[in-house]
């Protein structure tokens, strides 16, 4: 007989023993939030693959390079001009039918809109372009550096 918290009258315990039942339902909620992928935001960039094997690529004597820059106010610049995302769009899908492809290469300021780097990053994705690159990544380990240390 279970015991009834005191009464022991010899009557069997009226209560329902929840602890099995709390036991399953925790180890299924703990394999339920296993199983359930994170939720993540990500934009795959496809970026060149080095291999060894492979001989250099052959550089132009005059390479055309072409860089967008993100600033902190959320305006874009393509070489140096301010343009809007379509007009970058534009300039992206031209510079995708050029021979050779001209490199681009991309650099968000630090404290650049999350948002319009993803924009941005998004529509270079979707123009197709083979050549691309990040440029300034190191003004991003001063910065987190910084902002570390409170400053």
Excluded: C
């Amino acid at each position: 007989m279970a015991m009834s918290g005191g009464n022991d009258d010899g009557q069997p315990m009226m209560e329902m023993n929840t602890t099995p039942l709390i036991d399953v339902m925790l180890v299924l909620l703990i394999m339920l939030m296993i199983t359930i992928p994170p939720v993540s935001h990500a934009v795959n960039i496809d970026l060149p693959v080095n291999d060894p094997n492979a001989p250099p690529p052959e550089v132009p004597i005059d390479p055309v390079i072409n860089k967008i820059i993100i600033l902190p106010n959320s305006a874009i610049q393509w070489n140096g001009t301010p343009v809007s995302i379509q007009q970058m769009e534009q300039y992206l899908v031209r510079t995708t039918s050029m021979n050779p492809e001209p490199e681009l290469q991309f650099q968000p300021a630090p404290t650049a809109p999350y948002d319009t780097v993803d924009k941005a990053l998004v529509s270079v994705k979707r123009s197709g372009i083979s050549k691309f690159g990040f440029v300034g990544n190191e003004q991003y380990r001063v910065f987190g550096k910084a902002s570390r240390e409170g400053r």
